[in-house]
């Protein structure tokens, strides 16, 4: 009997690197010359970030910052859904950030599709917020793993590889 070979495909990431990369922001909001005294708050939830500042060209810098600390903790920009902007009282602005994590169904039956189209050889099934490909050749999944970068953009969500067995 032939042995199945599979790995999972997930959308993920590190939290402990995004608390660092959080961290990382507050300290230079602090410190940088054109971001003191805005009165700028950057607060992590559980699935959200939430940053309030005086003015939108501050939010901008804030953002920048953020995405600069993330890239270099090898955080996918990806996870990173941007809302529309609120202003508060006064000329203060709320800027949320979504956190993109896990497959929703829709998203993970349309990437079933997309690899089983393209590859013949391979089972891929639904498994809560993850996909499970399997097959009997490496080669299979080796190129199940290459056409993720592909599906990654065209989904624009952050995609994994787990599990390789």
């Known amino acids: 009997m032939a042995e199945n ?5 997930v959308s993920d990431f590190d ?23 805005t009165e700028t708050s950057i607060d992590l939830e559980k ?4 940053i ?10 804030v953002i920048d910052v953020l995405r600069q600390k993330a890239t270099k903790r090898k955080l996918s920009l990806k996870i990173f859904d941007m809302k529309s902007l609120d202003v508060i009282t006064g000329n203060k602005v709320k800027q949320t950030i979504n956190l993109k ?16 189209n393209e590859i013949k050889k391979i089972n891929v099934s639904i498994q809560g917020e993850c996909l499970r ?29 787990t599990n390789y067995r």
């Open 15 to 37: 939290r402990q690197e995004l608390v660092n990369a959080i961290d990382q922001v507050k300290r230079e909001v602090s410190q940088r010359y054109d971001l003191k005294g």
């Open 101 to 116: 994590k896990g497959l929703n169904q829709e998203i993970a039956k349309k990437i079933s599709k997309e690899l089983r």
């Open 5 to 9: 070979f599979s790995f999972d495909i």
């Open 133 to 161: 490909v399997a097959s009997k050749s490496k080669n299979d999944l080796q190129m199940a793993i290459k056409m993720l970068e592909g599906l990654e953009e065209n989904h624009k969500i952050p995609l994994q590889t």
């Open 52 to 61: 309030t500042t005086n003015s939108e060209l501050t939010l901008n810098s």
């Open 47 to 50: 699935e959200n970030i939430f």
